[in-house]
């Protein structure tokens, strides 16, 4: 074989497998999309942190019509609220995570919003599984752990936090309880009722006082007439038997 043979045919060679590459890389391709997170202080116990959520679109004939994401344990659902979504795109909490979701993106659209959390917990990773629905129903779920020494083909959006800053502290879960001062209207009428007996009470006390005080003056009164007449008929002369 030539030279010049040698060098045609591995040219050849180089230029099939660098096709081959390509095909295998372009088909590849739709794999690539994934869903994925980031914070602007991605640091244990920071406050107020906002998280900006990025899901790629990866359907060639539907919009991303709504995500729905389960929070990691530390974050609670009333922690997390909107900071910036999709037009018409709304938050609602459940009773593991929350909903995002509004008019259907277009076709080919990457969904990207914000959320801030009140206190990202004491832990090195936050994994959040999310669940994208597309506007012709299909459910795409990004809810696999990572680790093992097999990747995930749908990992959930993992975010690696730094230690707390020194002197940080968990400022504790959010008040469960309304701060607005106790219904007091069934107290009222309990106090009125306490009042009104007390009123009854005290008037009853004079009353009861009088009548007792007239009952001793009319005892008396009894008494003393009875004693006059029996003092009377002792006075009175008998008749002589011998009369």
């Not at 309990?190 to 006082?209: C, L, R, T, Y």
Request: include cysteine; charge should be negative; glycine fraction near 10%.
């Amino acid at each position: 074989m030539s030279v010049h043979t040698a060098a045609r045919t591995a040219g050849r060679i180089t230029l099939t497998c660098a096709a081959a590459l390509t095909a295998a890389l372009f088909l590849a391709a739709p794999a690539s999309a994934h869903a994925g997170v980031e914070a602007d202080t991605p640091r244990a116990l920071a406050e107020n942190a906002t998280l900006t959520f990025v899901s790629e679109a990866e359907s060639d004939t539907a919009g991303f019509a709504g995500l729905r994401v389960v929070l990691p344990g530390g974050i609670a659902s009333g922690d997390v609220t909107l900071a910036d979504a999709p037009e018409g795109w709304k938050l609602k909490t459940t009773a593991d995570g929350y909903t995002v979701a509004g008019p259907a993106l277009k076709t080919g659209v990457d969904a990207q919003y914000k959320v801030r959390v009140r206190q990202l917990p004491d832990t090195g990773r936050l994994v959040f599984k999310t669940l994208e629905t597309y506007s012709d129903g299909e459910v795409v779920r990004w809810i696999e752990l990572p680790g093992g020494d097999v990747e995930p083909e749908q990992p959930a959006p993992v975010l690696q936090l730094k230690p707390a800053s020194p002197g940080a502290d968990s400022s504790g879960p959010s008040p469960a309880t309304s701060s607005a001062p106790t219904e007091t209207k069934d107290a009222r009428p309990a106090a009125g009722k306490a009042a009104a007996a007390q009123e009854d009470g005290s008037s009853a006390g004079p009353v009861a006082g009088s009548v007792v005080a007239g009952l001793l003056v009319l005892g008396a009164g009894a008494w003393w007439l009875a004693r006059r007449r029996a003092s009377g008929a002792s006075e009175t002369p008998t008749a002589d038997p011998e009369s």
